[in-house]
């Protein structure tokens, strides 16, 4: 980036000074935190036992994703928000088939938490439904999945009781209902994987906390671990450790939070069982009371990291333990982008499908277009009224 494109610059002269001041403060600050982390990540890389990948073959591949407003268009009347979905299937490295899903939201009731929810929720089931469609008129080898199997659960305890037969269903519940069981459908299959771009576990170290002590704790997450150690064309899995990924990140969360309300270290080492069975608590009691099920009855998951190629990060994985990943790998090791090291298949329906910025206001828009040219209205100052931003000093884009 020049000098003349650097944002920064736009910026009044004694805010650009101070900021160029903490942009050196910070560069130290992130060097001793690099140095850090090579010394404890070598210690601990003799613990990690990659696999190297080999072989090829070709199959009929299925890919599924859905994307949403980031934020949603916040009227005085009303907020709106738009979702897409869609599917790819490809013959090995040719694709043979494609269809493409949207909708919207709008939502005049105050609070955003469920109103985020019930827009994740629209956007799960629609995702759900493209992949479903693929996996019975195809029956692909491989059925790709965007994010965690249960990505939606989240805050869904917040909507059970919503009226929303604007969409098909009467209540929340009927909806949180429908997008579970076609999920737990999709991992019965014995089909489908999902790719986890943006992972965030800390299973490492809750491990490493709960079997050393917190001094052999690496601080950062499992996904910097590996990037920093993993050879390309290999896989490791958290099974190699005994480590159920969710269970010890949770347990990691909580040791966290214990120690930053004042905690002592040797007080928490007495309570790690403690902490442990709290965890798994924790986990059973989301299930159920945001997806009104037992957790018990989710078929064993369990979580890989894959890398191809050194020029990208290893990417998580998570699949039904009954799939065999040494046989589904073959599928991808000639068929990935280098430059993000996922299967080309994910880049590609991602790129389909996410929403450009501005929209979600674009959207917004030509709703009150529509509108201004309805007849049935005739006080249009109704109209602009109702779709008024809330901040009238800059023009939404979102």
């Given amino acids: 980036m020049s000098l003349e494109e650097n944002p920064l610059l736009t910026l009044p002269r004694p805010i650009v000074d101070a900021l160029f001041e903490n942009a050196k ?35 009929c591949i299925a890919v599924a994703d859905g994307s949403m407003s980031l934020a949603p268009s916040r009227r ?25 899903f949207a909708g919207s939201l709008s939502w005049s009731y105050g609070g955003t938490r469920q109103f985020k929810t019930l827009l994740r929720l629209l956007m799960a089931n629609a995702e759900r439904d493209a992949a479903l469609e693929a996996y019975w008129k195809y029956s692909p080898d491989v059925i790709l999945l965007d994010g965690p199997f249960f990505f939606f659960r989240g805050y869904c305890r917040y909507i059970k009781g919503l009226d929303i037969r604007n969409f098909e269903y ?38 490493l906390i709960y079997n050393k002590g917190e001094e052999a704790c690496i601080g950062t997450s499992d996904k910097h671990i590996l990037t920093m150690i993993m050879p390309q064309m290999s896989m490791w899995c958290y099974k190699n450790l005994g480590i159920d990924p969710i269970l010890y990140s949770t347990f990691y969360r909580f040791y966290r939070h214990y120690k930053e309300i004042g905690h ?31 957790l018990h009855d989710v078929p064993q998951l369990e979580r890989s990291y894959i890398r191809f190629t050194l020029n990208a990060p290893p990417f998580e994985v998570e699949m039904p333990q009954r799939i065999d990943i040494d046989s589904l790998i073959q599928y991808f090791t000639n068929l990935f982008n280098p430059a993000t090291g996922l299967p080309y298949p994910i880049d590609l329906i991602d790129e389909a499908v996410t929403l450009p910025y501005g929209s979600t206001t674009s959207f917004t828009e030509e709703v009150e277009a529509r509108l201004i040219k309805d007849h049935e209205i005739r006080n249009k100052a109704a ?15 979102v």
């Fill in 264 to 294: 002592r270290d040797e007080d928490l080492a007495k309570i790690k069982d403690l902490l442990l069975a709290q965890s798994e608590t924790d986990l059973e009691n989301k299930f159920s009371k945001d997806l009104d099920m037992s």
């Fill in 170 to 207: 009467e209540t929340g519940l009927d909806l949180i209902k429908s997008v579970r069981d076609k999920t737990l459908t999709l991992i019965r299959s014995g089909r489908a994987i999902c790719i986890i771009r943006r992972s965030i576990l800390r299973a490492i170290d809750g491990w």
């Fill in 76 to 100: 005085i009347g009303s907020s709106f928000a738009i979702y897409t979905a869609g599917f790819m299937v490809f013959e090995g490295d040719k694709l043979i088939d494609e269809k493409y």
């Fill in 25 to 59: 403060k910070e560069a130290l600050r992130a060097k001793a935190r690099i140095l850090e982390l090579e010394d404890k990540v070598r210690k601990f890389r003799e613990r990690l036992k990659f696999k190297l990948i080999s072989g090829s073959k070709s199959g």
């Fill in 383 to 397: 109209i602009s009224d109702y779709f008024a931003t809330l901040n009238p000093q800059k023009r939404e884009f």
